[in-house]
């Protein structure tokens, strides 16, 4: 079974710094591309990174572009997100998300998801 | 970047009734579409990709049509345990964004 745990949420003031981990199980860690994805409080999905198998391509949303840095260790089977210069508008539920390769490719739709970890910018 | 759009925003319907929920790209983007459902303090997860694809244990009164810039999720009947909100994503090329979403509640 898959298991995605996320940590590293916590409450933060504007302009700080915070990095999430997510422990992943239950598959070949270094087969897949991993994504986040993040939810403010009653709000839609916005997908912010997501980060190739083993060449470690990366890609962002606009919106985290230039202040969130998406990396991975497969040795540890571990995803990150390093987030700097954080703003109140990035207060948000983040979900680590495995995304689904087949034999020839890797798409960017994804499942599981985990529980997800809360961050909340604030003064 | 390519937009993407979802009506309705909200529906209301009975048990057993036949729902559709559209989404639309902003500009083509194949079949490279999914469909998420999110219950109420839940984690999302995914119904449906590849447009028409339903993923493994996902019941078969959900279903999914479209290609290029318009697609549609339908529920053929409605059951209680349906009720949450219903995100469109593309994943041609990133961003992969996520439509803005559509409540499902029961009548």
């Known amino acids: 079974e898959v298991q995605l745990l996320e940590s590293g949420g916590g409450l933060v003031q504007p302009g700080g710094s915070l990095r999430l981990s997510c422990a992943a199980a239950?598959?070949?860690?270094?087969?897949?591309?991993m994504n986040w994805v993040r939810q403010a409080p009653g709000q839609g999905l916005e997908w912010v990174s997501a980060?190739?198998?083993?060449?470690?391509?990366?890609w962002y949303a606009d919106s985290v572009k230039g202040r969130f840095t998406i990396s991975r260790d497969n040795s540890k089977n571990m995803l990150y997100l390093q987030m700097n210069s954080l703003r109140a508008d990035d207060t948000a539920v983040y979900y680590c998300?495995?995304?689904?390769?087949?034999?020839?490719?890797?798409?960017?739709?994804?499942?599981?998801w985990g529980q997800g970890t809360l961050v909340t910018v604030s003064s | 970047d390519i937009q993407m759009t979802q009506s309705p925003s909200s529906l209301s319907a009975s048990v057993g009734d036949r729902v559709t929920i559209t989404c639309r790209a902003s500009?083509?983007?194949?079949?490279?579409l999914a469909w998420y459902q999110q219950k109420p303090g839940r984690v999302p997860k995914v119904l449906i990709y590849?447009?028409?694809t339903l993923q493994s244990g996902v019941p078969t009164r959900f279903s999914g049509s479209g290609s290029g810039t318009d697609f549609s999720l339908t529920i053929s009947s409605l059951q209680p345990e349906d009720v949450g909100t219903y995100y469109c994503?593309?994943?041609?090329?990133?961003?992969?964004?996520f439509g803005p979403g559509t409540k499902v509640d029961i009548k």
């Open positions: 998300a495995k995304g689904y390769c087949d034999s020839t490719r890797c798409y960017g739709w994804v499942d599981p």
């Open positions: 239950g598959f070949t860690f270094s087969n897949y591309d």
């Open positions: 980060i190739s198998n083993s060449r470690g391509r990366t």
């Open positions: 500009q083509g983007i194949s079949n490279y």
């Open positions: 590849a447009a028409s």
């Open positions: 994503q593309k994943y041609d090329s990133a961003p992969h964004t």
